[in-house]
């Protein structure tokens, strides 16, 4: 039965100065690149986790965002990991980082801030648009672009390890929002056919 390990790349430059950066017109600029932090966190912090996990011991597919820090993250993990080049399957949209509109004009911190804010309002809050044609997305558009990605995976892939590179941890969070209030509600319910 094969795996699916969801990781977050490590630290762009543009996150390493305080800028956000989400307009997918710039995934692929150095600027998106790893930053010398983001080189250590993927070589200090998220190998040997994925060694202690026993994650691709026998290797695995590797699903980067073609985000810069996303694939340069897989790349780094490929060489390491002794994995071909030919097992990393570039994904293009759905692992993007969230859309923030107009926010992208303020510091990095302000602007997550602010999302923080107004997702505490409505999962179907989105960020003010923006002129630039950056997308202004809400949770729940991530959220539906993570089960689009799951479905292909667990299709294409079924019965392979899988591991998902996102270029930051909104897809992530997400998901891992969406199903443990899944979980929650799960555990909430009357077992199948008790009696009130």
Same mark, same amino acid.
């Given at each position: 039965m094969g795996t699916e390990l969801l990781v977050r790349a490590g630290e762009s430059y543009t996150e390493s100065v305080g800028e956000p950066l989400t307009n997918p017109v710039w995934k692929t600029s150095e600027k998106h690149g790893l930053s010398e932090r983001g080189k250590q966190q993927v070589l200090r912090g998220l190998l040997p986790e994925l060694e202690r996990l026993g994650a691709c011991s026998d290797g695995c597919w590797l699903?980067?965002? &073609? !985000? +810069?820090? =996303?694939?340069? !993250? =897989?790349? @780094? @993990?490929?060489?390491q990991l002794g994995i071909g080049r030919n097992r990393i399957v570039p994904e293009y949209s759905f692992l993007d980082e969230r859309g923030l509109g107009a926010l992208e004009t303020l510091r990095l911190d302000a602007a997550m801030a602010a999302v923080a804010e107004g997702d505490l309002l409505d999962q179907d809050w989105r960020p003010p648009k923006g002129y630039d044609g950056t997308p202004h997305e809400s949770s729940a558009d991530v959220l539906v672009r993570?089960? +689009? @990605? @799951?479905? &292909? !995976?667990? !299709? +294409?892939y079924y019965g392979e390890d899988v591991l998902l590179v996102a270029p930051d941890s909104d897809c992530l969070s997400v998901l891992q929002a969406s199903t443990t209030h899944a979980e929650e509600a799960r555990s909430a319910l009357p077992p199948p056919l008790a009696v009130p």
């Open positions: 699903w980067p965002s &073609i !985000t +810069q820090n =996303a694939y340069q !993250t =897989a790349e @780094l @993990l490929s060489y993570m089960r +689009q @990605l @799951l479905s &292909i !995976t667990e !299709t +294409q």
